[in-house]
């Protein structure tokens, strides 16, 4: 028991020592040790930060700043946002995300969607209401029809408030299989790593979604849907053409430069050869802290030789932005989220002879990067303001239980980064000399 103690203390975990194995230790071959990179007298503390002071953590390009907009209390575990006409914040929160190392209590009905509102004009929300509660890791949303598609696998559903009193009332179901169940454990969840989200309006008028294989419509007073190509992990946007660009943990940014209902037409034509193409031209990051809290960290290829991440293992919510309230030269650019290494990317994309390619903007410095361990950006988008908006899980837990290592684990426990939970926070990134409203 001393042995495991020390090694605990230290960081150190060994798949073949009396530590439980997890379900992502059977990645790596039979007796394979996980030894620790970055000695853990190397490794800051990572503590809770209070919203106002985590500000103080982040790093920008010059020529920008960033700005809270809400934090907990007054959102928990918040992975999507989207604004309503009115400027009103709705935000996802999956609640029951990982409240502790085993998952146990994930299947409790305690996410919800809130509606933040700015009661004083002051550019800070600070006024949530519950438009809709008891959803199981709820991580689909998309305002349409006087109301809202929610996606919480395996359903999909069309909400509205018809009385006006701000909740949610009337529920039509829209899919009934949205989520492949394929946790061995709990057969009733979908692993939230592979399940559907992000949904994106198209300019062909039809609702896709990320890590699906349908799109949706509402026509003749109902809602349909139509076979599509499988797209991406977590997150989906769009450029001005339509393009869909979505990707993995580990592969940064992909394309359809080719939409993908044209080439499924011609049956002879078996690989969509147009669909799925890899758009970043490399997958690099450069985090401003060490980074051994990956899943693995434990191996030369994940981590450079100073203990920070060389390559993006959990890259999320590919954003292209399209407004006027940054410098012109960002207009069509991609922002990719890296939650495991606490950044944010920035890449511009050119096309050429229809090929598109996004290099990174700058060179081996990262748009957004954060010292604060816990800065978890998930999702990124655009306000009415034009400003960039950041939606931050908050908390030391992030990989999944479904492809947790001994290591990452070890990481965890030793150094304290399993509480608390139902944090988060939403900031907006704005040019110096500009002050958006909300």
């Not at 010059?62 to 700005?67: Q, T, Y």
Request: charged share 25%; glycine share 8%; aromatic share 10%.
């Amino acid at each position: 028991m001393a042995f495991l103690r020390t090694i605990l203390a230290t960081g150190v975990c060994v798949a073949a020592t009396g530590l439980k194995a997890q379900i992502g230790d059977n990645w790596e071959k039979p007796g394979f040790v996980q030894v620790p990179l970055v000695p853990a007298n190397q490794i800051p503390p990572a503590p809770v930060v209070p919203a106002e002071q985590a500000v103080k953590e982040f790093k920008l390009v010059p020529g920008f700043r960033i700005e809270l907009v809400a934090a907990e209390p007054l959102v928990q575990d918040p992975v999507q946002i989207q604004f309503g006409p009115d400027g009103r914040m709705w935000v996802v929160e999956m609640r029951s995300y990982m409240p502790n190392l085993e998952g146990a209590g994930e299947e409790k009905p305690t996410g919800r969607i809130s509606v933040l509102t700015d009661t004083d004009g002051d550019g800070r929300y600070d006024q949530s209401k519950v438009f809709l509660d008891n959803l199981v890791m709820p991580r689909a949303f998309f305002l349409t029809r006087d109301g809202a598609l929610v996606g919480a696998p395996p359903n999909l559903w069309h909400y509205r408030d018809t009385d006006g009193d701000g909740v949610a009332d009337e529920k039509v179901d829209v899919a009934l299989d949205f989520g492949v169940q394929t946790d061995p454990e709990r057969p009733f969840l979908a692993n939230p790593e592979r399940a559907p989200n992000s949904l994106v309006w198209g300019h062909d008028n039809w609702i896709y979604v990320g890590a699906y294989t349908k799109r949706f419509r509402f026509r003749n007073g109902a809602w349909e849907s139509t076979p599509t190509v499988f797209r991406g992990q977590w997150g989906l946007s769009q450029d001005d053409y339509g393009h869909l660009f979505h990707n993995s943990n580990s592969d940064s940014l992909r394309v359809d430069l080719i939409n993908a209902s044209y080439l499924s037409r011609n049956s002879h034509y078996p690989r969509l050869a147009g669909t799925n193409v890899q758009a970043a031209d490399n997958q690099l990051v450069w985090p401003d802290r060490v980074t051994p809290g990956i899943n693995r960290g434990y191996r030369e290829d994940f981590l450079r030789p100073n203990g920070r991440l060389r390559e993006f293992t959990a890259a999320c919510a590919p954003w292209i932005y399209r407004a006027d309230l940054f410098p012109e030269e960002f207009y069509g650019n991609a922002f990719i989220a890296e939650p495991s290494a606490h950044l944010i990317k920035r890449k511009v994309l050119h096309t050429v002879q229809g090929e598109i390619t996004g290099r990174d903007a700058y060179d081996q410095v990262e748009f957004l990067t954060s010292k604060d361990e816990r800065f978890r950006p998930v999702n990124l988008t655009t306000g009415p303001d034009g400003a960039l908006y950041i939606v931050d899980l908050y908390r030391g837990i992030l990989q999944h239980r479904i492809s947790l290592t001994t290591y990452l684990r070890g990481q965890i426990e030793s150094r304290g980064l399993e509480d608390p939970i139902h944090l988060g926070r939403i900031y907006r990134i704005v040019p110096d000399g500009k002050k958006p409203k909300t």
